[in-house]
């Protein structure tokens, strides 16, 4: 089975590539992908590649970037904005030497945001790709690769009610991630909630566009969402030559999400 995620439009793929993401839970739920709106889809590509280890993919037009449990998708678009600012404030990833990747990245030229401990208590940094993408590192010599994917981390002012409203959704369950109590996880990634004192606006537009949750059995679980009252941007629907299923919805703080059916088979 081939599949592709796309916001509102089908990419045509032109050969299978083997499977990076998590084993779903026992709801048949895993993370799928974070899709970004970049001006320059080969700069980025370029710098996830050298900086972060992934690996490109390239499907028609949409480059697409695989990690260690979920996928990262370049669509040639001009951003609205960075993610600071939108819900989506920024993602991370664990880094199991975070010196020698803050030396590489500023040995070819590149500023580091800041560098502190983090919540875990572990070293932590953030910098900045290009498009106002925030990405926080967290250094974790226990990992068996160089990086692994590890969070997105949300900022509204009703971040609780938000998380709640992700574990209902999901059926997931309140997981405390160090000082942060307020996160949960799906299989391939952490979801961190916290507050914002400045005004923030939904992703659709932003460098960050939207993510993505496989789901297996789309149509199951879209049909019993919307039972419940929920609506959707782009109802579920199944492109039969490439056998893909997906949906989309925004949650009530404005992230843009997909669902999916098949990404797991590539």
Excluded at 16 to 41: E, K, M, R
Excluded at 48 to 53: K, R, S, V
Excluded at 144 to 171: C, K, N, Q, T
Excluded at 192 to 202: C, K, L, N, R, Y
Aim: net charge negative; hydrophobic share 40%; with cysteine.
């Amino acid at each position: 089975m081939r599949k592709l995620f796309c916001a509102m439009v089908t990419v045509v793929l032109s050969a299978p590539v083997s499977a990076q993401l998590a084993v779903p839970n026992d709801n048949g739920i895993t993370f799928g992908h974070i899709h970004l709106n970049v001006s320059d889809p080969d700069e980025h590509a370029r710098l996830w590649t050298e900086h972060f280890d992934g690996e490109v993919i390239q499907r028609g037009n949409l480059k697409l970037v695989k990690f260690p449990g979920f996928l990262l998708a370049l669509r040639e678009q001009e951003p609205t904005g960075g993610t600071q600012g939108s819900v989506m404030n920024h993602f991370g990833f664990k880094i199991r030497d975070l010196q020698k990747f803050l030396d590489d990245w500023r040995a070819a030229g590149y500023t580091v945001d800041r560098e502190f401990t983090g919540s875990e208590g572990q070293p932590n940094a953030y910098v900045t790709m290009p498009d106002g993408v925030w990405v926080e590192l967290q250094e974790d010599q226990m990992l068996p690769v160089d990086v692994w994917g590890y969070h997105i981390h949300y900022r509204a002012p009703e971040y609780e009610s938000l998380l709640d409203w992700y574990v209902d959704v999901f059926d997931l369950e309140i997981r405390p991630r160090g000082r942060i109590p307020t996160t949960t996880n799906v299989p391939g990634m952490n979801m961190s909630f916290a507050t914002s004192e400045d005004p923030v606006v939904g992703t659709k537009g932003r460098s960050l566009d939207h993510i993505g949750f496989e789901i297996d059995n789309l149509e199951a679980f879209v049909n019993k969402l919307k039972a419940r009252g929920i609506k959707f941007d782009v109802d579920y629907r199944v492109i039969e030559e490439l056998d893909i299923a997906l949906a989309f919805l925004t949650d009530p703080s404005g992230v843009y999400i997909e669902l999916s059916e098949g990404l797991d088979q590539f």
